[in-house]
T-cell receptor, first 116, second 115 residues
Framework: DTGVSQDPRHKITKRGQNVTFRCDPI?????LYWYRQTLGQGPEFLTY????????KSRLLSDRFSAERPKGSFSTLEIQRTEQGDSAMYLCASSLADVGGRHGYTFGSGTRLTVV | GENVEQHPSTLSVQEGDSAVIKCTYSDSASNYFPWYKQELGKRPQLIID?????GEKKDQRIAVTLNKTAKHFSLHITETQPEDSAVYFC??????????????FGKGTHLIIQP
């Protein structure tokens, strides 16, 4: 386990369909984050988990978006009734706060969603 | 919520010269400030970070400075090389003790190293 894995790498879907993405964090990391990045912009925070608990949700996370981390390991992000504005790169990251305070905040390669 | 401003949006420097990218933040409770490098089509990669209990941190050719009073922090890259060309993002968040909260990113600086 050398990094954060995301699946799929690319997803093309028709408007109105539901999509689900998966993220496998670095195994010893206790926090898992979801971000969205559009072209030419910085990543925008969506939500994060500490173990299986969802601790924070951005106002960007509309009711069509839901994220889970049922066993405190991998996480899924589901988008229902997709819209063209949902087209973006969805990035997952994980981190660990050790006794030295290092965060090791590491991003995955992302899932690129295109809604047509 | 937090707001992070980053300048400049594009920076072109001659190879071997230094590059400086500046960011300001709005939330005085923010205490964790990472910098990420993102090459085209690739993931953001952490290059250096700083916490609010220190004013400066160095790692070889890269340094970050933090002024908590003024709420700004800067990335300094010395002896720039062609492989430094990329988009650089600053970010800020609170660290509640159990790890960083969600990061607020700046809009990025496209650094171009001219040979």
């Amino acid at each position: 386990d050398t990094g954060v894995s995301q699946d799929p790498r690319h997803k093309i879907t028709k408007r109105g369909q539901n999509v689900t993405f998966r993220c496998d964090p670095i195994s010893e990391h206790n926090r898992l984050y979801w971000y969205r990045q559009t072209l030419g912009q910085g990543p925008e925070f969506l939500t994060y988990f500490q173990n299986e608990a969802q601790l924070e949700k951005s106002r960007l996370l509309s009711d069509r978006f839901s994220a889970e981390r049922p066993k405190g390991s991998f996480s899924t992000l589901e988008i229902q009734r997709t819209e063209q504005g949902d087209s973006a790169m969805y990035l997952c990251a994980s981190s660990l706060a050790d006794v030295g305070g290092r965060h090791g905040y590491t991003f995955g390669s992302g899932t690129r969603l295109t809604v047509v | 919520g937090e707001n992070v401003e980053q300048h400049p949006s594009t920076l072109s420097v001659q190879e071997g010269d230094s590059a400086v990218i500046k960011c300001t933040y709005s939330d005085s409770a923010s205490n964790y400030f990472p910098w990420y490098k993102q090459e085209l089509g690739k993931r953001p990669q952490l290059i250096i970070d700083i916490r609010s209990n220190v004013g400066e941190k160095k790692d070889q050719r890269i340094a970050v400075t933090l002024n908590k009073t003024a709420k700004h922090f800067s990335l300094h890259i010395t002896e720039t090389q062609p492989e430094d060309s990329a988009v650089y993002f600053c970010a800020a968040s609170r660290d509640s003790g159990g790890g960083a909260d969600g990061l607020t990113f700046g809009k990025g600086t496209h650094l171009i190293i001219q040979p």
